[in-house]
């Protein structure tokens, strides 16, 4: 019986070591799957909606207001873009408390889908009158012009902490929920309510001068391939950004949880900031090479001889789209993040996180629906006398 009692303790002890053990490779192949598929989502359905949307809006407002000359119609969307993203950054907060879904759905639905269709535009204008402003000042026809600018306004980056700011879909997918639906985030996060004054300045600081080096380096880079990536016919270049870019993307996305892995097991904030900026670059370069081959790809095949009416069906798809797919707000440029913020790994964690929050919502649904089934069987059940 000694024996018997020894045994049988050791055997439950290893059936429950194999048990976890298998519940560890479930878990893990499944958040191996879940990452995957929101890879998959963000690179083939994600990306492609926002850029077309951007290209129709970009042309649209730049067919509106040709007739003012291209200095007075890139003031004009610098103007739009500017002012509109500073109202909008700075009335965040009393959107959030009057705007509530658990009061009033609809009316919650509809402000919020006509608030991103705003942001939306004003974002694209905003891009726009800058880069169209710097074509306007400084040509577009010079690679040393061009590079000598881009390089400046990248080191600027740099040294601000904010270069992880160039990053775009497919790196990133925002849904549309409730919790932080209206945020933009500042460089310096001052709350309004407890210091109304720095908070303008920090919104001011952070829309016109980070969000313009975003921009300048952006169409830095864009001008670069535009002069240097098969300039003599447009279907190659298309076709050759978009291979490249979506090679590069798919390596980021591979690489990323050893840049992660690497980032855990160093000490020192500026290694970290290092490797975790080397890193961003390199994803960037795929992102704005996926833009630029799905723009150019768009001018080519969908309604060539009817440019107009090609911009207004990529401006009306994406968002339709995405607002169907609720994720609309990845149309939306908007916020500050800093290099380096997060602890470790996490500061190189793309926010793409859209099918693994789909699915922790519908657990999170269904263990509430559990739990109240549980609560009212117990209070329908008669107490013993």
Known sequence: M???????PTTTKDQKQSSQKSQSVKKRLYSILICSLDTLFSMAIGAPCVVVYWRGTWELSAHVLEPFGML??????LAVGLIGYYMLAIVQKPLTRFL????HRLS???????????????????WRGIWSLCDYFTGTDSLIITSALTGFTFVCLLGTRTLRNLLASPFGLAADHYNGYFDVDTLFRIQGSKAP???????????FIISVLVVVTWRGVWGIFDLTFYTDNILYSAWGSTILGYSISILGFILQPFVQFILENIKGKFKIIFISDVFMTFCFLG??????????????????DDF??????????????????????TLIVRGVLIDGQEKSGECVSFPNRFIRVYFERQREKKYNYLQLQQQQSQSDTPEKV
Request: aromatic share 18%; net charge negative; charged share 10%.
């Open 2 to 8: 000694k024996e018997l009692e020894f045994e049988n």
């Open 100 to 103: 509530n879904p658990s009061k």
């Open 308 to 329: 107009i009416m090609s911009c207004w069906i990529t401006h009306a798809l994406g968002y339709i789209v995405l607002v169907m797919l609720n994720c609309s707000n």
């Open 72 to 77: 007075y119609s890139s003031l004009v969307s």
């Open 108 to 126: 919650y639905f509809v402000v919020s889908r006509i608030y991103t269709f705003v942001f939306a535009f004003v974002s694209v204008n905003m």
């Open 287 to 304: 992102a704005i090479n996926i833009w630029r081959g799905i723009w150019m790809m768009a001018d080519v095949y969908i309604l060539p």
């Open 197 to 207: 004054g720095l908070f303008i300045l920090d919104t001011f600081y952070s829309v």
